[in-house]
């Protein structure tokens, strides 16, 4: 039992994690098909294989309709995505006998590729690529994270979801109900209702063994922190006048948000164990009904957390995300950046006019809508007017990664609507109301300069790691704020804070000018 939910959870974590955007209905591309009237003609394509070991997306049912539409035939070089970076890596230093089409091991932030001459700047081709233009239109934001301190735009990204689904704040709502209490809103109430569990036999087995929240804590920054107008995931943010701070060394806001953690460690309102507490054990609590809050990807709501309680039937969350908590500030979720994959031409192909074009339809809507939905009537029906996956698409995984739904090798889009047919209805509202309104995207991508990458390289390790521990032992009090926190400031300070503080302002000041 345990086993095949832990197994749809992972398929639909799958799902979710390949699945691009669907676009409107009218699926649409802007450029004229078939891409050329040579016969025979090739494009080339270095790129990742699905992570399903027994699929080979070379023959993809979905990838080969691309093609054909486009007038092409693929071929392709897949390298197994779980070796991808150690494989592609070398034969792009070797740089030699390269295919048209890079996908590329990583964001190349620190543009060692991209100025090395190995890519062809795709702005200066722009007019053969009437879908990516378009895209870019739309997404000022992905297109400041794209453009090189040279100011040209070398790559084509695949995205993820930002505002949706990203870690949240859940309730017991049992629990809720049973103290007649509505989801908190502010610290304050959070922390009454933690005091409330702490005497209250909810579960009514006649033990004391509720736990008011689980936490783990890499989470306790998405969770805590906004309420003091940090935000401490993403360490750097800028503010509304578009300065630059470090979270963990804004020192009013920063202590008082230590305090606040300390404060509850102490009431053993946050559990001793805090920093050993993982996703397993939060499971086992909630099949034994045993706390009252956690925080975690909007995901393990209802697939997993839910889904533990014997009562639960899909129609209503019994754990079930609420809005963030606010203090002296508005509460917000730290969202996520969009891309997280990228493509590019490679410069010496001789085949580059047929490339640009084809790396261009690959982002049309039309073809994203073929990575996300696939045929109807091979993976989807309409059902009243909506798209609704064919069971097969479940039933049969191999079968369907290897029509290419999942297209790692393609500059595929995560869509939100594609993400809400493999949720339950309820969940899909609860993200809407208590998530999407909240979210703030976090401190952006942006591209280093050799100096800024090498000035990252050499402090921003470091300050992590001391922030992480110094963290630690504030909270559990190893650590005493009123006499250990201006050292740690000071300590900061000589780790050269300041010098980071303006690399990562720089870099925001160019993100700002490039959306423009
Ligand atoms: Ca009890």
């Known amino acids: 039992m345990k086993k095949t939910r832990i197994l749809s959870l992972v398929l639909a974590l799958m799902m979710l994690l390949g699945i691009a955007s669907a676009g409107s209905a009218e699926s649409l591309n802007l450029a004229q098909l078939p891409l050329t009237d040579q016969a025979g003609a090739t494009v080339s394509i270095l790129g990742m294989n699905s992570w399903y070991s027994t699929v080979d997306l070379k023959d993809a049912l979905l990838l080969k309709e691309i093609a054909d539409r486009a007038g092409v035939t693929i071929d392709w070089t897949l390298i197994d995505p779980t070796t991808y970076s150690d494989t592609v890596s070398p034969m792009l230093a070797a740089g030699k006998d390269l295919p048209d089409?890079?996908?590329m091991p990583d964001l190349d932030l620190n543009m060692d590729y991209l100025s090395s001459g190995m890519l062809?700047?795709?702005?200066?081709?722009?007019?053969?690529?009437?879908?990516?233009?378009?895209f870019l239109e739309k997404n000022p934001d992905i297109k400041a994270s794209l453009t090189a301190v040279d100011g040209h735009i070398y790559y084509v990204p695949q995205t993820?979801?930002?505002?949706n689904y990203q870690p949240v704040l859940m309730y017991n709502m049992p629990w809720l109900e049973k103290l007649g209490l509505e989801a908190p809103k502010t610290l304050d109430e959070f922390v009454a209702?933690?005091?409330?569990?702490?005497?209250?036999?909810?579960?009514?087995?006649?033990?004391?063994?509720?736990?008011?929240?689980?936490?783990?804590?890499?989470?306790?920054?998405?969770?805590?922190?906004p309420a003091f107008g940090l935000d401490l995931v993403s360490g750097y943010y800028a503010d509304d006048?578009?300065?630059v701070h470090f979270a963990a060394y804004e020192k009013d806001a920063y202590k008082a948000y230590l305090s606040f953690l300390h404060g509850l460690y102490e009431e053993g309102l946050l559990e001793q164990e805090f920093t050993s507490l993982n996703r397993d054990q939060i499971t086992a609590r909630c099949a034994n009904d045993q706390t009252g809050a956690t925080f975690d990807y909007s995901w393990q709501m209802s697939n997993l957390y839910s889904a533990q309680y014997p009562n639960y039937d899909k129609t209503v969350g019994i754990i079930a995300g609420a809005a963030p908590l606010s203090g002296e500030h508005a509460g917000f979720y730290v969202g996520r950046n969009p891309v997280s994959g990228i493509f590019g031409i490679n410069a010496k192909s001789n085949n580059k006019e047929?490339?640009?074009?084809?790396?261009?339809?690959?982002?049309?809507?039309e073809a994203q809508d073929l990575y996300v939905w696939g045929m109807e009537g091979l993976t989807y029906e309409i059902v009243d007017g909506a798209r609704q996956y064919l069971p097969r698409c479940t039933e049969d995984t191999i079968w369907y990664q290897g029509l290419g739904i999942n297209a790692p090798n393609m500059p595929s889009q995560q869509s939100t609507p594609a993400t809400d047919v493999l949720l339950p209805k309820w969940h899909v509202e609860n993200d809407r109301t208590f998530e999407e309104p909240f979210i703030r995207a976090p401190y952006p991508t942006v591209y280093a300069t050799e100096e800024e990458a090498s000035t990252s390289s050499m402090y921003?390790?470091?300050i992590d790691t001391y922030v992480n521990e110094?963290?630690?032992a504030f909270i559990t009090g190893t650590k005493n704020l009123e006499a250990d926190f201006d050292n740690y400031i000071a300590t900061l300070e000589s780790m050269q804070i300041a010098e980071m503080l303006k690399v990562r302002q720089a870099q925001y000041d160019r993100f700002a000018a490039a959306q423009k």
């Not at 993820?160 to 505002?163: E, H, L, S």
């Not at 209702?193 to 306790?220: C, H, V, W």
């Open 160 to 163: 993820v979801v930002t505002n």
């Open 101 to 103: 089409i890079l996908e």
């Open 193 to 225: 209702y933690l005091r409330k569990i702490k005497e209250t036999d909810l579960n009514g087995n006649g033990e004391n063994d509720e736990i008011p929240m689980s936490i783990q804590n890499a989470f306790l920054p998405y969770m805590f922190a």
């Open 354 to 365: 047929l490339a640009i074009k084809f790396l261009d339809y690959a982002m049309s809507e």
């Open 120 to 134: 062809e700047p795709l702005d200066e081709h722009f007019d053969l690529m009437p879908n990516y233009v378009a």
């Open 470 to 472: 110094s963290a630690v």
């Open 241 to 243: 006048n578009g300065v």
């Open 460 to 462: 921003q390790v470091d």
